[in-house]
């Protein structure tokens, strides 16, 4: 992976201390995904070497840092045991054996995301059975205004929510990007319609997708649930097809999250009163 802007931790807002500039160099490990020399990390987090070397023996004696033979550094097994710990992991568990069954129903790949910040996070995947599939990782973060995860999750708040979450103007990754706050604010009011969420080549041209939103053991929503296919695929024969089977695994992840039944919405129907979904979503 290149060493470029978009794979440095973002130092700029944060004060320079020992236990800032420790996570930063966990943050380039992971944001690079590769292992990295001595000369690498210190670039990317913007530190001479001679103090970015102690700080990589401290990470390497807890564990969260493990160096290589060949001098290359990469993250540690303790981080993650700690990682282990988080929620997002148990969401995982629960959610995977329906996923994995959604995955065979539907032929298509099947992913789980938490909202964080502006981004959504992907926390698991039931991989497609397909030669052909979207590709995707744990891991992956992507603008929550850029894909159907988002949409999902930004249409269970208030607009007033959103406003302060999100600029006036978007960050765009295709011509496809929806622009505009006033343009993404109409577009949750027509997933709070439906019921569920759309998104065409506005996350990768070629991909598109649908969501739906998640909800935990208080009534509030914890995550969604993404299938992503080819957009030459996504029809409205695929939509009615798929998108019963899609709610039905959503309530049944559901109810294993502990969600109480009576904020556990309805099934949607695919296409409601205004017409197909997909005119919206091109």
Known sequence: MPNDDSTKPNTKARSRSGLNSGLDVLDCLVAHDRPLTLTEIAAAIGMAKSSVLPLLGILQQRGLVRRQSDQRYVIGLRAWEIGCHAGPVEFGRLAQPHMAQLARDISEGVALAMFEVDHTVCIQLADSPNAVRVHANIGDRTPAHCGSSGLAILATMRDEEVARVLPQRLEQLTPHTIAT????????????????????????????????????????????????????????????????????????????????VDKVPPIAPVAPRGGSPLARAA
Request: glycine share 8%; no cysteine.
């Open 181 to 260: 706050r006033d343009e993404l604010l109409a577009e949750l009011a027509e997933v709070r319609a439906r019921g569920w969420s759309i998104s065409r080549s506005s996350w990768r041209l070629e991909v598109g997708g649908v969501a739906v939103a998640l909800t935990g053991t208080g009534g509030q929503t914890v995550a969604a649930l993404n299938v992503a296919v080819p957009v030459h695929k996504l029809t409205q024969a695929w939509l009615d097809a798929s998108m019963p089977l899609i709610q039905q695994a959503a309530r049944t992840i559901e109810r294993a999250f502990g969600a109480p």
